[in-house]
């Protein structure tokens, strides 16, 4: 058995969760990864560890070594939670088309956070946008021509906006106001309007574009509302900052629950579905919806077309976290 408080350094009061240590050879694709695309990335957060051990494995990192041999000969693969199912999504960055001034396109601001925004419950989603209650006080950073990507970026919680004149800059997240989040998918199958197998992302946009006075309602459906600010974009081919600060990277970041998986961890993920996966991922992000040991929503890029591939996933399979080998240990006393 697991104690998550004193293996993980985790939050107090979690109930203990099974885990055991596994082979290597049991991971299924483990030979024919990319290690060395995995370890560039681990490299890119594993500064971030405070404890010694982890940055005794950044040292050795940092020194470019054979990436396999330096992942199986410092780390042992713990499966967390048992034989429960995990279950895979994907997010994206969108990239959205702006303008810094509101014209008859660009309508939809995109707000800062509004300096009287206290830490319980402010004004609710359908308050914002129907009360005017932030118009005409300075806090838009840009205005975009579309609501309903308007209510996905505040979904993902950063994004690109393109500006008319070709320039791009990045939003992040800021605060949020406070309401919990109500899934818009979930309230569709409740309402009979689609069966839970046929919601998606793109699914949910065009029902809301197709029926706009009933899709508004069902947006403000969801109370929760988040406000942005502007981060720098120095290079446009980076990720965004995901939860360690730092830019993640499309196909080996993952968010996870840092109840469970140390942020900044080496995970090896078996994702079943359409597009199966079997990889080396990296926990550098986290997510209000990411919840439990073999639970992980996988960052697939920014724009369109990453959008179309993230907003399909819903996949089971299996998430094993590499820890080092005395914090192994640890976890999984009687091994």
């Known amino acids: 058995m697991l104690a998550l408080g004193a293996a993980f350094q985790a939050t107090s009061g979690v109930a203990e969760t099974p885990a055991r240590l596994i082979d290597f050879a049991e991971l299924d694709g483990w030979a024919s990864d990319d290690h060395a695309e995995a370890l560039a990335v681990f490299r890119n957060t594993c500064m971030d560890f405070d404890e010694p051990d982890w940055q005794g494995l950044c040292a050795i990192a940092a020194t470019a070594p054979d990436a396999r041999t330096f992942f199986e000969l410092f780390f042992r693969p713990v499966l967390i939670g048992g034989d429960r199912t995990a279950l895979f999504t994907g997010y994206f960055e969108p990239e959205l088309d702006g303008s ?3 014209t008859a396109r660009f309508r939809h601001p995109v707000y800062r956070v509004p300096p ?3 830490e319980g ?7 914002i946008e129907t009360t005017g209650v932030l118009e005409g006080r300075g806090l838009e950073i840009a205005w975009v021509d ?5 209510f996905f970026l505040q979904i993902q919680g950063s994004g690109r906006i393109r500006l008319t004149d070709g320039t791009i800059i990045r939003v992040g997240y800021g605060a949020r106001n406070g309401h919990e989040y109500r899934s818009i998918g979930r309230e569709m199958v409740r309402r009979g309007i689609y069966q839970p197998h046929q919601v998606s992302a793109p699914v949910i946009a065009n029902w809301v574009r197709r029926n706009p006075d009933a899709g508004q309602q069902l947006l403000h459906h969801n109370p929760s509302y988040i406000f942005f600010r ?6 446009p081919d980076i990720g965004p900052l995901g939860a360690m600060n730092r ?8 968010a996870i629950d840092p109840t469970y998986t140390p942020l900044g961890a080496p995970v090896w993920i078996e994702k079943a579905g359409a597009a199966p996966m079997h990889r080396l991922m990296i926990a550098q992000d986290t997510g209000g919806a990411i919840r ?3 639970r992980a929503d ?10 179309s591939a993230a907003g399909t996933i819903r996949d089971p399979g299996r998430m094993v976290v590499l820890l080092p080998i005395e914090r192994a240990h640890q976890a999984v006393p009687d091994a």
Not at 230 to 235: R, S, T
């Open 100 to 102: 810094r001034t509101r």
């Open 116 to 118: 009287e925004l206290g």
């Open 121 to 127: 419950p402010w004004l609710s989603r359908a308050e």
């Open 146 to 150: 579309d609501a309903v990507e308007l």
């Open 230 to 235: 502007e981060v720098d974009l120095p290079d």
């Open 247 to 254: 830019s993640i990277t499309p196909l080996r970041t993952i």
């Open 292 to 294: 439990g040991p073999q």
């Open 298 to 307: 996988i960052f697939y890029g920014f724009g369109d077309d990453a959008g």
